[in-house]
C-alpha cells in the first residue's frame, strides 16, 4: 500500500490489537513504537541505570529491531521480556527523556519512508509522521480501559488489582500527556474513535471505512 496509517491514543484503548488486524487485512507491516520505548526500560533495569546519560549511552549501543512482530535487543528476542510491570511501570518514565525520543522518532520515520506501515503510539500523527495519509485516535473511558488491561494481565497469569491497574493507567496517562516533548494527543486531523462501548471488529471495520473511502477500493 502506498500510504501510511497512524494510530494513536492512551494505554487501553485498544491501539495494538486493532492495529494488528488493520495491518494484516491490508497486508501492511505492523510497527509498535510502545514496544520500542519498552525495550529502552527493560535495557535500563537490566542494567540497573537511571541515570539518563548512562542509559542514553546503553541506547547507543545497543541495536533495537523489530521484525515480523517481534523486538528484538541484539538480536535477543525480548517481546515477553518487556511486558512485565516493571518496565510497564517505568516506562513513561523513560519515554520523557528528549534525547530518547530524538533517537526513537528517528528510527520510527526511516522504517516508515517507503509507506506501507501501520504504526501505533502516542505521537504517531503528531510528531513522527504528521504526513501519514490516515490518522487515528482511540480513546476509551478510564474504567474501561482498565478492566481491558486487568483482563489481559490476568491471562498472563499477573497477580493485579483491577484498582492498582486503574491507578497505572491514569499515573502513566498522566505522564504521557504532560511531558514536553510529543505528550499523548491527538492530532488535528485525527478521527477520533471511542472504543469504550465498541468491540475489536467494530473498530477495525471503521477505520478500514474510511480507508476505502479514501482510496476509492473494495477491501
Ligand atoms: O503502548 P504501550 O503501553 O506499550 O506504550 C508504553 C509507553 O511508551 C507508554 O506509557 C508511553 C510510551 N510511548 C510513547 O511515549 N510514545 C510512543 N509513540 C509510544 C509509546
Known amino acids: 500500500m502506498n500510504f501510511n496509517i497512524a494510530i494513536d491514543g492512551p494505554a487501553g484503548a485498544g491501539k495494538s490489537t486493532v492495529a494488528k488486524i488493520v495491518a494484516e487485512t491490508l497486508n501492511m507491516t505492523y510497527i509498535d513504537t510502545g514496544a520500542m520505548y519498552r525495550a529502552i526500560t527493560l535495557l535500563s533495569i537490566r542494567h540497573d541505570k537511571s541515570d539518563i546519560d548512562d542509559i542514553i549511552e546503553l ?4 541495536q533495537i529491531k523489530i521484525k515480523d512482530g517481534k523486538i528484538f535487543i541484539d538480536h535477543e528476542d525480548v517481546s515477553e521480556a518487556i511486558r512485565s510491570i516493571e518496565v510497564t511501570n517505568k516506562v513513561s518514565t523513560i519515554a520523557k527523556i528528549p534525547e530518547i525520543r530524538h533517537v526513537m522518532i528517528r528510527l520510527q520515520r526511516d522504517m516508515a519512508k517507503n509507506k506501507g506501515v501501520v504504526m501505533d503510539g502516542r505521537d504517531i500523527g503528531t510528531t513522527v509522521l504528521p504526513d501519514a495519509e490516515y490518522k487515528f485516535f482511540l480513546t476509551a473511558d478510564i474504567k474501561e480501559r482498565a478492566i481491558r488491561r486487568y483482563r489481559e494481565m490476568i491471562k498472563k497469569g499477573q497477580r493485579v488489582t483491577l484498582e492498582q491497574v486503574e491507578k497505572d493507567i491514569m ?5 504521557d500527556e ?10 488535528e486531523d485525527a478521527v477520533i474513535i471511542d472504543t469504550t462501548n465498541k468491540n475489536i471488529q467494530q473498530v477495525v471495520e471503521e477505520i478500514l471505512d474510511w480507508i476505502k473511502r479514501g482510496e476509492n477500493v473494495v477491501l
Open 59 to 62: 541506547v547507543k549501543k545497543a
Open 171 to 175: 499515573n502513566r496517562d498522566l505522564q
Open 178 to 187: 504532560k511531558r514536553d516533548v510529543s505528550p499523548l494527543k491527538a492530532a
